[in-house]
């Protein structure tokens, strides 16, 4: 059997509870309870992402979580991508169920922020441009999560994590968590270099055992090199519009983009 490695410590694991400064990004879809209870066991920070899913879905995932750990976890909302209604009953769902961290992602909300905090929850706000991250923390966000382009899924900012994350770093005074392209040990070092105190990773869990993607999907993740990526906004349906999206090139990407496919921000 092989030895853990020794703790990690940062601010971050300090806030979350964890060992090292990794955290599973709550991929809507990939990322339910299994994912997240393994990356909690193993002592990085696990997340499930909820992202415009019912209340009893909520409710079940984070039981099933507490089932399998005693650990803190996190659950993802993307509020700005949620019919208000169905965000209010997201909310209250996580909020019964004692959930210690809250993760937001995209427009930064002072009003979401402040009702997690008065039920107790902690909040990391993930972010894609150094005006959020600001933002961010003068609504109270207790880290950030700072979005680089290079990122999978939805990207919210235009900007690459080596210029990004170091401007991020220096304007907030709460730990930042580098987030796009990383997903090794080097690139957590990076990071830390760059003035993160961690790093959020969501592609680089993807693949694994225990992600709910299909077998597909990990497949094509599996075989892709670092060029196959696409980035367009023909998957923004259900959220803002032209909100870009990084994803692998499919058949429904070619079919729906109009224009020539772009493997870049520009
Ligand atoms: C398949 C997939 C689904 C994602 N879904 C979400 C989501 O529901 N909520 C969210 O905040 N971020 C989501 N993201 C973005 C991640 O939070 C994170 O920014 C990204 O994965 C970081 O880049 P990386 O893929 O290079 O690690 C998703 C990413 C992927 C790859």
């Known amino acids: 059997m092989i030895n853990p490695p020794e703790p990690l410590r940062t601010r971050l694991t300090d806030l979350l ?20 209870a393994a990356v909690t066991a193993a002592g990085a920070f696990g997340c499930i992402g909820m992202v415009r899913e019912r209340p009893e879905l909520i409710r079940r995932e984070i039981a099933a979580v507490k089932d399998r750990t005693n650990r803190a976890f996190g659950v993802n909302l993307v509020p700005s991508a949620t019919d208000p209604a169905l965000l209010d009953e997201e909310l209250d769902a996580c909020f019964s169920a004692q959930i210690e961290v809250m993760v937001f992602f995209c427009d930064v909300r002072p009003d979401i922020v402040e009702r997690a905090h008065k039920a107790g929850c902690k ?10 991250a600001i933002a961010a923390e003068r609504a109270g966000a207790d880290a950030i999560i700072c979005q680089g382009v290079e990122a999978g899924g939805h990207v919210h900012g235009k900007v690459t994590s080596m210029v990004l994350l170091p401007q991020v770093a220096a304007a907030v005074t709460i730990p930042v968590a580098g987030a796009g392209g990383f997903g090794s040990g080097a690139s957590l070092v990076a990071a830390l270099a760059l003035g993160a105190e961690g790093i959020h990773c969501g592609t680089a869990f993807l693949a694994t055992k225990e992600s709910y993607a299909h077998d597909y999907h990990k497949q094509r993740v599996v075989d892709a090199g670092s060029e196959d990526t696409v980035y367009s906004d023909v998957f923004a349906i259900g959220w803002p519009p032209q909100s870009p999206v990084r994803t692998i090139e499919n058949s429904i990407h070619q ?12």
């Open 17 to 36: 509870g964890c060992d090292y400064p990794i955290i599973q990004s709550g991929m809507g879809g990939p990322g339910r309870s299994e994912l997240c």
């Open 255 to 266: 079919a729906l983009c109009r224009r020539p496919a772009r493997t870049w921000a520009g």
């Open 123 to 132: 909040v990391l706000y993930q972010v894609g441009n150094l005006a959020d």
